[in-house]
């Protein structure tokens, strides 16, 4: 009697599962596939070998078979299953982001877009009333020379009136000879020589800008803060004419309710010089921590131009006169919305910036 074809499934089988349990990737599977369960595989020719079998011994042989290929087949869709899950895991775990690998984008929709600052709002302002009021625009650097800051403002080196402006100096030739700006005033200085150069009087100009101190901010200060300047060079000016420009300017910007006055005081450019001071508006007059309990706040200063000044950049003193005035910017933003501390306007406090949009 011949040995039975399939004296070998058992073992076969075994050694097939062994193969599928050892598959250790999806590749290693694909390419094993058509030994396993294709045509050319072990199973496919035992069941050829079985038509050597007598017909009654052929179907129970088959059963048989059939019955080993499903177990393998089953094994091996169960490998394949397993090996992808594995792939998965290990194709996740490559492309898992560190923190830090991944900037989120946190800006909400609509996304706000900010808006110009108090200060650029109240320059603006101050332009404009002065341009309603005949006054021509003009800007001027914010380093200069000791010369355009100080000498050609009579106010020659080593004065005592340099004490009223505590100096940046930048470290540029000479030193001590080039500065941030103390004061808008310089401008004017470029101003009246340009003029002068071309034969272009009379002047009726503001400059606004930025301007520099060696200051310690306070309720009423910074070290970095903005003036608006003015300069009328002209025939026949008074007195009359430069308090009449402020007052003029004080009941346009601030409304009739706020009262401004005129001081006397010094500056060496003009002679005379005056304080121009306006209403304390935390306090309305009564008198309050910015205010140092005066009840006025100082804007600036102002006065008729010293001959001395005029003389500096070659115009005719006797010809030519004029006033000039110079006043922080921030400080009316400040007293027209009643901010009780400057310093609230670098602090970028956007609660605070917001309100002015
Ligand atoms: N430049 C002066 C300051 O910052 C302010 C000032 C006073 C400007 C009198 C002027 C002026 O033009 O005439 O302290």
């Not at 008198?287 to 131009?305: A, F, K, Y």
Request: net charge negative.
């Amino acid at each position: 009697m011949s040995t039975s074809p399939l004296a070998d499934l058992p073992h076969e089988t075994a050694r097939l599962l062994e193969e599928i349990a050892a598959l250790a990737s999806l590749e290693q599977l694909r390419d094993i596939e058509p030994s396993i369960l294709g045509k050319r595989s072990v199973l496919s020719s035992l069941q050829k070998s079985l038509g050597v079998l007598a017909p009654e011994d052929r179907r129970d042989a088959g059963a048989q078979l059939q019955g080993a290929r499903r177990v393998v087949e089953a094994a091996f869709e169960a490998r394949r299953s397993d090996l992808a899950a594995l792939a998965r895991a290990a194709l996740l775990e490559s492309d898992r982001l560190e923190l830090g690998d991944v900037v989120v984008n946190a800006v909400r929709w609509p996304a706000s877009v900010g808006h110009p600052s108090l200060v650029a709002v109240t320059q603006r302002e101050l332009e404009d009333v002065f341009v309603a009021m005949g006054f021509t625009v003009s800007e001027g650097p914010e380093v200069e020379s000791d010369w355009y800051n100080f000498e050609a403002l009579n106010i020659p080196p080593a004065h005592p009136a340099r004490g009223m402006w505590d100096t940046f100096y930048v470290e540029l030739g000479e030193p001590e000879t080039v500065v941030l700006r103390t004061h808008t005033s310089p401008t004017q200085v470029h101003l009246k020589e340009a003029a002068a150069l071309h034969g272009s009087l009379p002047i009726h100009a503001v400059m606004p800008g930025r301007c520099f101190r060696r200051d310690t901010p306070d309720a009423r200060h910074l070290a970095t803060f903005h003036q608006i300047e003015g300069l009328v060079v002209d025939r026949g000016i008074a007195f009359s004419d430069l308090a009449g420009v402020i007052e003029t300017f004080t009941r346009a910007y601030f409304g009739p309710d706020i009262e401004s006055r005129l001081r006397p005081a010094f500056f060496p450019f003009t002679e005379p010089s005056a304080e121009f001071e306006v209403t304390c508006t935390i306090c309305r007059g009564a008198g309050c921590r910015t205010c140092s309990q005066t009840g006025w706040i100082e804007l600036g200063g102002c006065g008729m131009l010293d001959p001395a000044v005029l003389d500096a950049v070659g115009i005719d003193g006797d010809e030519w006169s004029g006033f000039a005035f110079g006043f922080g910017i921030d400080r009316c933003a400040q007293m027209r919305h009643q901010i009780a501390d400057m310093r609230a306007l670098i602090d970028n406090d956007t609660r605070f910036l917001r309100q002015f949009s």
